[in-house]
């Protein structure tokens, strides 16, 4: 199975601030790449596909980027409702995987 | 716009089949263009995919689980059904039933709210 890896596992921040979190991939997926945010007790929710494609309705603040095996989301300018867990997930290669999550937690 | 919920048991024992529907409203089932999967979260942890059928029935499962898995839908009922054999503690998760494009197949797009099953005697 391909390992996705996310770094940082954690992360404090604040309103306003530019965050950027990785993930990692054990083997080359090109671009079959998605992001998801998590609230608790929700499902999660698609925000990014194909890498870097935004999901409809997502604002603008969000953005994907990379291929290969590396790969970043970038929330520009963090709002209150952003603070979530983020998970990275391929979808080149059977079976798809998750990365372990990075959790945004407010500063 | 299209929803997804699942439905079934939150306890099941041991050794038994864990079985789980997910209904969709708002779009069919077999009209073309995407695949259906059920995905899981044990409790505090990460997402691990189960596997998918296709809107023609055609289904791909984790080999981690390929042993006790089986998908059917049932297009009079816009309803694809997750079957989980011989569980364990370890299948206890919340089970999540969602949608992904037939252009990007892992990439869901639309998710059910998730329900939780407990596997306890």
């Known amino acids: 199975d391909i390992q996705m890896t996310q770094s940082p596992s954690s992360l404090s921040a604040s309103v306003g601030d530019r965050v950027t979190i990785t993930c990692r991939a054990s083997?080359?997926?090109?671009?079959?790449l998605a992001w998801y945010q998590q609230k608790p007790e929700k499902a999660p929710k698609s925000l990014i596909y194909?890498?870097?494609s935004l999901q409809s309705g997502v604002p603008s603040r969000f953005s994907g980027s990379g291929s290969g095996t590396d790969f970043t989301l970038t929330i520009s300018s963090l709002q209150p409702e952003d603070f979530a867990t983020y998970y990275c997930?391929?979808?080149?290669?059977?079976?798809?995987?998750f990365g372990q999550g990075t959790k945004l937690e407010i500063k | 716009q299209v929803q997804l919920q699942e439905s079934g048991p939150g306890l099941v024992k041991p050794s038994q089949t864990l079985s789980l529907t997910c209904t969709v409203s708002g779009g069919s089932i077999s009209s073309g263009g995407y695949y259906w999967s059920w995905i899981r979260q044990h409790p505090g942890k990460g997402l691990g995919w189960i596997g998918y059928?296709?809107?023609?029935?055609?289904?791909y499962y984790n080999p981690s689980l390929k042993s006790r898995v089986t998908m059917s839908m049932d297009t009079s009922k816009n309803q694809f059904s997750l079957k989980l054999s011989s569980v364990t503690a370890a299948d206890t998760a919340v089970y999540y039933c969602a949608r992904a494009a037939f252009s990007s197949p892992g990439a869901f797009d639309i998710w059910g709210q998730g329900t939780m099953v407990t596997v306890s005697s």
């Open positions: 194909a890498a870097s």
């Open positions: 083997q080359g997926i090109s671009s079959w």
């Open positions: 997930q391929q979808y080149d290669t059977f079976p798809f995987t």
């Open positions: 059928i296709s809107y023609s029935g055609n289904t």
